[in-house]
């Protein structure tokens, strides 16, 4: 797959091998609250992300998709099991981009790579490399409310790139947008994450969205949330996400998720 | 940049062809973004004379009001006309007593305001911060604000004397509270989606008020500084009635001379500097707000 030819070629990332897993759940469940009034909102959950691989969450409201990618950034403890993420970084990214408002675009990036103690003049550059990568070197000085819906989620992008994290969360980050800046920015995340070690968690209402990013797309049943079923996704890329393969593994996928609907109602 | 170079070549590759893919985008942002252009665009005269004209009409309408009393013949022995006042402030202005006064009064304001937003702010900060310290004193600033602080001065006058120190005491406790609360409920309200941003990307401790709960707390804080003034500003006249210090003229001292003198026109001029003043250091605040609100993308008009 390109994916790995380019990952090999890129030099400047870090350079520990990959090893077998990079985010790993090991029975993992997680109840909020206590006694009559406790919601479980994960079940015996095991999930394996392997490095640079691409994998989506898909499922119903109240899966506990969002709960997953908290456990996964350290933002939650699980009640029961395990998560661990090989040794790096983790950075998330909301379907708000959750930008800070008091600062520019390119405020937002530096301030991540101020976080891990950069230089000044190193941030400069990297924050307009970053601004760059994400097509936005003329709004570098725009703040949040100046920028359209896309434009901050990829200001966002660029912030959670600049925490150089070796995992990236991402909770339906372009579930706001309309079809054809989603179409836009699935490109773009396409090449970005070519041109990275980058393991990503992508989670969506949308099979046709998953299909379209993911190396392998996982079901999640609703309330509680459990892993029913997972799909490779073995469509080259470039993929569309109007292409017959597309369509064709997106229906296979939403039957699944429909038989899982009504079994639970 | 061999990131950004890799990318390219990817990109490149993606796509049947780069150009159109940036046209499409230029297209798109060219859809979904106002232009700054147009607000540069509005007259500068226009807007000055759009939020002007009301307030004119406002204090026609005020004077009119006034004159309208004062022809009636209503206490027409002590009760003056808006022209005999106006006539008698502008006489003022001509003298050195009414500015020396101004000046004394602002002096104050200014030092007691100033060391309210100090002591504030480190109350503010140690209680939002300090779990225990909230329960204790959360619930005493809040009480402390809502006290009359005239109901200070005998305290304040037993303690330190006929002085300005009593004066200031009184401004700080009066002023103190509000912008403390401020800066509470700022750093309560701290989106908590900004907060898990934060933490994931690594801001601790210092750092992360430093650079995020502090910012986000500013508009609370400008308001709790806009009523902390509002306060300070109460106390020191309440103060420079009561607390009466020779040979130094503030506008409290003349406010008390001009009834001792039963100066009606005279007092009513002070009473109008006094108003002025509070009204321009509102709209200090008042900018700073609008200020903040528009970077932010607060308002409804960018």
Known sequence: MVRQVISVAVTDRKAAPPVGTSVRLTGVSKVFGRGTSAVRALEDVSLDVAPGEFTCLIGASGCGKSTLLSLVAGLEEPTTGEVSTSGGRVAFMFQESALFPWLTAAGNVELALRAHGMNKAE?????????????????????????????????????ALAQDADVLLMDEPFGALDAMTRDLLHDELDRICAGRQLTVIFVTHNVQEAVRLGDQVVVLSSRPGRVVDKFEVPIERPRRIDSAEVAELAARITDRLRAEMSRVG | MADIDDAAFVNSDNRASAPAYAEKLAYLESLEVESPQDQRDRKLGKRVWTSLWPKVLAIVIVLAIWQLIHVSGWKKDIFPGPGATLANLWDQLQHGLLWHAIRTTLQRAVIGFGLAVIIGAVIGALVSRIKPLRAAVGSLITGLQTMPSIAWFPFAIILFGISTTAILFVIILGAAPSIANGLIAGVDYTPPLLLKVGATMGLRRFSLYRHLILPASLPAVIVGLRQGWAFAWRSLMAGELLVIIANQPSLGVLLSSDQDQADMQSATAIIIVILIVGILVHTLFSMADRSVRRRWGLTGNI
Do not use: I
């Open chain 1, 123 to 159: 941030r400069r550059r990297r924050t307009a490399e970053l601004l760059e990568t994400v097509n936005l070197t003329e709004f570098a000085g725009k703040r949040p409310h100046e920028l359209s819906g896309g434009m901050r989620q990829r200001v966002a992008l660029a912030r």
